[in-house]
């Protein structure tokens, strides 16, 4: 089983949509997780931290499911400029390492 | 305040040359790492330093080698390159925001190995 997992995706979805992703880790010892954003050809942006009693930012929400071992995305209101792979990341407690997910892809369509 | 640079944005090496690919943070970040990004993979961990003089090896160092005598900079050396060294390398920092590390990362040196 791999340690952070993703649906590849595409999502195509139209613009205007609400759309979610899930992403599963296997370490229990999992201490801090992230949502990163990455661009064709360019590097991951942090697009915002996950928290235990989940986050929201504009239009987008982060949660955190400690017991079942995932975390969520939900983008609402989709806009042609969030087309991108989202990256789930995981960072071990006590350690410097994080672990990426391979991304889920969405495009937004007009 | 330029972020994470990395130079060269590309570059093309034969089999066997060496070359260093370079990263400088200006944002006095103690932890850096060096990451690379084959197709359709994530992100897989090749080095990181905690602060400048210590370094430790990620998940795949074989083929590489670090060095870090300055807060700013953290170099990457490939000796000898080899096909399956053909990837996106990317170079991060991070400090402690709260109780995370929050990672920001350069723009990524295209390597092809001939």
């Known amino acids: 089983r791999k340690e952070v997992e993703q649906d590849p995706g595409p999502f195509n979805v139209p613009e205007g949509a609400t759309v979610a992703f899930n992403c599963t880790y296997s370490?229990?010892?999992?201490?801090?997780f992230f949502w990163y954003r990455q661009d064709c050809r360019k590097e991951p942006k942090l697009l915002m931290s996950?928290?235990?009693s989940g986050n929201e930012d504009g239009r987008f929400t982060a949660q955190l499911n400690r017991a079942s071992q995932y975390i969520s995305l939900l983008i609402r209101d989709s806009k042609l400029s969030d087309s991108a792979t989202y990256l789930c990341v995981v960072n071990e407690i006590g350690t410097y390492k994080y672990i990426f997910g391979t991304g889920t892809r969405l495009k937004v369509l007009a | 305040n330029a972020g994470v640079t990395q130079t060269p944005k590309f570059r093309i090496l034969k089999i066997g040359q060496s070359m260093t690919l370079q990263c400088t943070q200006d944002m006095n970040h103690n932890y850096m790492y060096w990451y690379r990004q084959d197709p359709g993979m994530g992100l897989k961990l090749i080095y990181y330093?905690?602060?400048?003089?210590?370094?430790d090896k990620g998940e795949v160092p074989n083929g590489y080698n670090v060095s870090r005598s300055t807060t700013e900079d953290f170099p990457l050396r490939l000796e000898l390159a080899a096909p399956s060294q053909t990837s996106v390398y990317f170079c991060?920092?991070?400090?402690?925001?709260?109780?995370?590390?929050?990672?920001?990362f350069g723009p990524g040196t295209r390597l092809t190995v001939t």
């Open positions: 991060a920092s991070s400090f402690r925001q709260g109780g995370t590390y929050e990672q920001y």
């Open positions: 330093s905690v602060g400048a003089g210590i370094t």
């Open positions: 370490n229990s010892a999992s201490q801090s």
């Open positions: 996950v928290y235990s």
